[in-house]
């Protein structure tokens, strides 16, 4: 399908080649003559290569490479130079297909990344990386590097690559998860485009939503999706985007049988190609249009888009046959000149050979063209419904997986977690039931106490477990507003007030009182509540915990920090797992379930956030989640 193959294109940082502007090329210009004045061993000769470099990967990334390679070998006393030219020098590999030149570079930026402490190019390099496996298919290490770019980069504060970095795990979440999971990260991506304002990113991750909708056959979303995206995109004047905005919009039209809007939006991808010389494009274009024809049962425009697609093949195979010559022709300047000779002579023979062999086929090449289109025509009707039928069963076997998880991990709470304190309770109430007559009233107060505890935690665990299975239903609706979180958080805790009086815990607040979210209330309240829970749980008698919250490029994180008994590294990275099982005990010896922590997560990510964890054991813990800022 066209629209999986444009969606590859919105891959940060994999640049797409767009029309030649004035301003772009007299820049390039004018720093090619300011190569010719300097020194070609100087710091200043490398840098006006890589920004040669890097302005030619925006609109000619073929031209953008030997510059790129040139600034490599110039000896290099900036270390964050040198990498971020590695880095760049990958992203031209890439483009070329050269994977494992494009991957090794990343590596050595990497490298250099690392040991300069530089997060903008270990952030970079790690995304270069995630873009050549996910190109190659290789789909778990691909996410390995997403992710943790994303965290990175939120760590870091960048906003605009943070959407970017969601959008590139959606891509890859796809392919490991399922299309809904995919749509969930490019519905984050957007709002957080949407709140900075960046138009280019916001209309690459519609256009992204757009191929989603497609593959789960929601076509008239993904249509709006595509129209959205191309008219930010003409705004723009970003004439590759917009061409492949209208070969979307064309392929969504056949697969509605909606023929001749296909065929409007289809000759105007063709005349963007054409005009801007996208030959690649163009052969895509042609493509669509031969199939179009043939749902309209016209077999010989089918016939004539059919030629001109295969024509432009053989044009980008004799351009590519062209290039491998001349490169085995410098390659030949290296060797002894008896073997130069030799391989010329063969050459000259291959060339006569492939003469022959080319007439000949150019002479069947109607005959055989005609063949293979009315196959073509014959078999496509069947070939499409036999893919609908395989993105449906793949769709169904998706949500299949997601009910069968969720209802494991609701099997696994109700005969553990929920097993404990039902039997802690039934423990409790037959011990006082057979020894009323012999026990003291202090005693007796103190099984009530220890009643009214077990009875609080079954409580809490009964109301995470409801929640958890709303929220894993779809059965939570996200109502955002804007909520002040300080006042949010004096809510949880006079929720939470008679606990915190009973443990004679001090609450300390570092929250600005005009720190205002743009969130869902009851989700963030539910959030706030469970982590405060937790810290109150796993808190020693008289201590303190904090509650603080602040903001960074449009970003708000709000946190709760405990004393309490910490957390294993280990175990830190099951916490969020809902396949995972852990258990933890508390500082009075109550048990954690874990569903509290899955819930939270959900909700989070909910609300276009993400939650973490910072813990040592016997230090306590600090967990932290992030909401984008409500803008007036």
């Known amino acids: 399908m066209v629209s999986q193959v444009f969606s590859v294109c919105f891959l940060f940082l994999l640049l797409i080649v767009g029309g030649y502007g004035n301003a772009q090329t007299q820049k390039v210009d004018s720093l090619k003559r300011l190569l010719t004045t300097s020194d070609t061993l100087s710091e200043v ?48 590999y890439s483009h070329k297909a050269v994977y494992d030149k494009s991957m090794e570079l990343a590596l050595k930026g990497l490298e250099i990344g690392e040991r300069i402490n530089d997060t ?21 290490r691909a996410r390995e590097h997403f992710d943790l770019a994303e965290r990175l980069i939120f760590q870091y504060g960048d906003s605009a690559r943070l959407g970017h970095a969601i959008n590139n795990v959606g891509l890859v979440v796809g392919y490991l998860e399922g299309y809904q999971q995919e749509i969930d990260k490019y519905v984050r991506a957007r709002e957080i485009f949407r709140l900075i304002g960046n138009q280019e990113g916001f209309a690459n991750t519609v256009m992204n939503l757009g191929t989603a909708y497609n593959s789960l056959g929601k076509y008239d979303e993904a249509i709006s999706a595509f129209n959205q995206a191309l008219s930010i995109y003409q705004v723009l004047q970003y004439s590759a985007a917009e061409e492949q905005a209208y070969l979307n919009l064309g392929e969504t039209y056949l697969d509605q049988k909606e023929f001749e809007k296909a065929l409007l939006a289809t000759y105007k991808a063709l005349e963007i190609s054409k005009a801007y010389n996208y030959k690649l494009d163009e052969l895509y274009s042609l493509e669509l249009l031969s199939k179009i024809h043939a749902g309209l049962n ?3 425009s089918a016939y004539f888009y059919n030629l001109k697609s295969i024509s432009i093949k053989d044009s980008l195979f004799n351009l590519e046959k062209e290039n491998i010559r001349s490169e085995m022709e410098a390659k030949y300047e290296t060797e002894k000149k008896e073997q130069t000779i030799l391989q010329l002579q063969q050459d000259t023979l291959i060339k006569d050979l492939q003469v022959q062999q080319e007439k000949q086929w150019r002479n069947n090449l109607v005959m055989l063209a005609g063949s293979l289109g009315i196959i073509a025509i014959l078999f496509y009707s069947r070939f499409r419904n036999k893919k609908k039928a395989t993105e449906e069963l793949n769709q169904k076997n998706d949500e299949l997986k997601k009910l069968n998880g969720f209802k494991d991990r609701l099997f696994t709470v109700i005969s553990h977690d929920l097993k ?24 007796i ?27 894993q239903t779809g059965a939570i609706v996200y109502q955002p507003e804007s909520i002040n979180c300080k006042l949010v958080m004096e809510e949880v805790a006079a929720q939470l007030g008679p606990t915190i009086s009973e443990r004679k815990i001090l609450l300390e607040y570092f929250v600005p009182s005009e720190l205002t979210a743009h969130a869902d209330k009851n989700m963030v309240i539910i959030v706030l509540r469970n982590l405060l829970s937790n810290a109150i749980k796993f808190s020693d008698l008289e ?62 990510e909910r609300n276009g956030g993400n939650i973490y964890v910072e813990s040592k054991l016997g230090e306590g813990s600090n967990f932290y989640f992030s909401l984008p800022e409500f803008k007036q």
């Open 45 to 92: 000769y490398a840098l006006n290569l890589f920004n040669i470099c890097n302005d030619l990967l925006e609109y000619n990334p073929d031209a953008a490479l030997p510059y790129c390679l040139q600034a490599a070998q110039v000896p290099h006393e900036n270390d964050s130079l040198l990498a971020q030219v590695y880095i760049k020098t990958a992203t031209a």
């Open 445 to 471: 107060e103190e099984y009530l106490r220890n009643l009214n505890q077990s009875s609080m935690d079954l409580s809490r665990l009964l109301n995470n477990l409801l929640e958890w299975a709303l929220s």
């Open 543 to 604: 201590t303190t915990i904090t509650l603080f919250a602040g903001k960074k490029d449009g970003i708000i994180t709000l946190g709760v920090k405990d004393h309490g008994v910490g957390i294993s590294t280990e175990d830190q990275q099951k916490l969020f797992d809902a396949s995972a099982d852990v258990h933890s005990v508390g500082a009075s010896t109550e048990k954690g379930t874990g569903i509290g922590l899955i819930l939270c997560k959900d909700l989070v």
């Open 420 to 443: 404990s304190p039902l039997s802690a309770f039934n423990n409790l109430t037959r011990s006082l039931a057979d020894n009323v007559k012999n026990i003291s009233p202090s005693e």
């Open 298 to 300: 016209r077999y010989d």
């Open 120 to 140: 903008l190019i270990i952030f970079d390099a790690h995304t270069n990386l995630g873009i050549d496996l996910f190109i190659q298919e290789d789909y778990p």
